[in-house]
């Protein structure tokens, strides 16, 4: 069964850092790229970052960049999300997705929440 | 990198169809034939419904359908059924990243 499972969220203050992690399986992780999204609580989704098979591209939204940086150890099948300098605007439910063509973001972890508050 | 535009809010009745808009620019919509749909419960993740704007992943009734007209793709559900009744997400590609639409609110009368 594929499955993605996400970790790492929590309270956080403002200006502080957090990792989140995607624990991937049942899919040949290190042959498609990966993708982040999230999602303020109650509104809309928001695309964040992907990354390529062997991390060698990176591509971020720009409210993020400068800040966030998209990772992968294809040898542990997991993802990361190094979230630095963090901001209020930036709690949400953060989601990764295994992504290819079309887009097909399939499919999605269950998500971890991210909570920014002094 | 704004947002597509969809409507808030759509709905119709059990077995009647709804369509719902997503418009953005040549550069997103407009310039590319990579756009998606997700459909989102109350508490559950995205699922992918339609992708390279008229695709149906397996599982995925026949009932839900897109297309796409210049700036503005579109997904239409027919024959509507009680759980039908979500948020609908439209995302495209735009040139090495992805935007998603506003996100619209179906329900079910």
């Known amino acids: 069964e594929v499955q993605l499972v996400e970790s790492g969220g929590g309270l956080v203050q403002p200006g502080g850092s957090l990792r989140l992690s995607c624990a991937a399986s049942?899919?040949?992780?290190?042959?498609?790229?990966m993708t982040w999204v999230r999602q303020t609580p109650g509104k809309g989704l928001e695309w964040v970052a992907n990354i390529k098979q062997d991390g060698s591209r990176k591509y971020y939204v720009d409210s993020v960049k400068g800040r966030f940086t998209i990772s992968r150890d294809n040898a542990n099948n997991s993802l990361y999300l190094q979230m630095n300098s963090l901001r209020v605007d930036d709690t949400a439910v953060y989601y990764c997705a295994r992504e290819s063509w079309g887009p097909r973001f399939d499919p999605w972890g269950q998500g971890t929440l991210v909570t920014v508050s002094s | 990198q704004s947002a597509l535009t969809q409507p808030p809010s759509a709905s119709g009745s059990p077995g009647q169809s709804v369509t719902i808009s997503c418009t953005g620019t040549?550069?997103?919509?407009?310039?590319?034939?990579?756009v998606s749909w997700y459909q989102q419960h109350p508490g559950k993740a995205p699922k992918l419904m339609i992708y390279e704007v008229s695709k149906r992943p397996s599982g995925v009734p026949d009932r839900f359908s897109g297309s796409k007209s210049g700036n503005t793709a579109s997904l239409t559900v027919s024959g509507l059924q009680a759980e039908d009744e979500a948020d609908y997400y439209c995302i495209s590609y735009a040139g090495s990243i992805y935007v998603f639409g506003t996100g619209t609110k179906v329900t079910v009368l």
């Open positions: 040549s550069s997103d919509v407009g310039g590319y034939n990579y």
């Open positions: 049942g899919f040949t992780f290190s042959s498609i790229w």
